[in-house]
């Protein structure tokens, strides 16, 4: 009988979802995430170009899994911080860009936003240290043509 206990007790610990775990990646310490464009603080009209900095790891498409290396999520006003032990959502508040992108076009209502950037490995969890970028705010102004 003891076997038997055994043995389910270890089916059990072995069907346990893996999405309870952190993925454990682990990224360099010295990976930098960051926004060449735009800057904090920065007053724009109508949309504009979103661009991605990464230093010292690589850019590749979500599901590949290579070594110091990860795909890009934009996070659009989001207050809350990432949970490491969760794969990064995906809605209208956090971007994913899958295909290896480092740039993007953004439209966003006129007023202030946040923008942060989040490294997410080939699951689409954060990496072991996160790696993520500074969060900016910007100020998004009415098209020219929507004034009076």
Same mark, same amino acid.
């Given at each position: 009988?003891?076997?038997?206990?055994?043995?389910?007790?270890?089916?059990?610990?072995?069907?346990?979802?893996?999405?309870?775990?952190?993925?454990?990646?682990?990224?360099?310490?010295?990976?930098?995430?960051?926004?060449?464009?735009?800057?904090?603080?920065?007053?724009?009209?109508?949309?504009?170009?979103?661009?991605?900095?990464?230093?010292?790891?690589? =850019?590749?498409?979500?599901?590949?899994?290579?070594?110091?290396?990860?795909?890009?999520?934009?996070? =659009?006003?989001?207050?809350?911080?990432?949970?490491?032990?969760?794969?990064?959502?995906?809605?209208?508040?956090?971007?994913?860009?899958?295909?290896?992108? $480092?740039?993007?076009?953004?439209?966003?209502?006129?007023?202030?936003?946040?923008?942060?950037?989040?490294?997410?490995?080939?699951?689409?969890?954060?990496?072991?240290?996160?790696?993520?970028?500074?969060?900016? $705010?910007?100020?998004?102004?009415?098209?020219?043509?929507?004034?009076?």
């Amino acid at each position: 009988m003891k076997i038997i206990s055994c043995i389910a007790l270890a089916a059990a610990i072995a069907l346990l979802p893996g999405a309870a775990c952190p993925q454990g990646k682990t990224a360099p310490k010295d990976a930098k995430l960051y926004f060449i464009s735009p800057y904090d603080g920065q007053k724009i009209r109508g949309g504009f170009w979103v661009r991605f900095g990464l230093r010292n790891m690589g =850019v590749t498409h979500a599901g590949d899994d290579y070594h110091n290396a990860g795909h890009h999520h934009l996070l =659009v006003d989001v207050k809350d911080p990432i949970d490491a032990k969760e794969p990064i959502p995906q809605d209208k508040s956090h971007l994913h860009f899958g295909a290896g992108q $480092t740039e993007t076009f953004l439209e966003l209502p006129p007023g202030t936003h946040t923008l942060q950037l989040v490294l997410g490995d080939a699951k689409h969890y954060p990496f072991e240290p996160p790696v993520v970028s500074e969060k900016i $705010t910007i100020r998004v102004r009415p098209a020219a043509s929507a004034r009076r």
